[in-house]
């Protein structure tokens, strides 16, 4: 599985960002895909996932409300709509695919990666 991450961008607190994640090779009918953040000098931790059949999703706690994780089997991809984001979102955002799982939100379950795209939001 080859992911692209695109949508990253600069916006101001209380703004929206849509990132899209597009597979190709295998598509996401066996994976689970979730999204996860970076920010500077931090971990890289969870931020949302979804079921391979798109019918359930998780969201961090720090996300849940704002950030709505979706998939479009048709086109292969998954959307991770960020609403009111927060300085504190700022981070490099890459989506994830863990093949074998139907949901994940442990890092360790994802074995595909793509690149990041970076997430700026100014105070």
């Known amino acids: 599985v080859q992911l692209q991450a695109s949508g990253g961008g600069l916006v101001q607190a209380g703004g929206s960002l849509s990132l899209s994640c597009a597979a190709s090779?295998?598509?996401?009918?066996?994976?689970?895909t979730g999204w996860f953040r970076q920010a500077p000098g931090k971990e890289r931790e969870f931020v949302a996932t979804i079921s391979w059949t798109g019918g359930t999703t998780y969201y961090a706690d720090s996300v849940k409300g704002r950030f709505t994780i979706s998939r479009d089997k048709s086109k292969n991809t998954v959307y991770l709509q960020m609403n009111s984001l927060k300085p504190e979102d700022t981070a490099v955002y890459s989506c994830?695919?863990?093949?074998?799982?139907?949901?994940?939100?442990?890092?360790?379950?994802?074995?595909?990666w793509g690149q990041g795209t970076q997430v700026t939001v100014s105070s």
């Open positions: 994830a695919a863990a093949s074998g799982y139907s949901i994940a939100t442990m890092r360790r379950a994802y074995n595909y």
């Open positions: 090779g295998r598509t996401f009918g066996s994976h689970a």
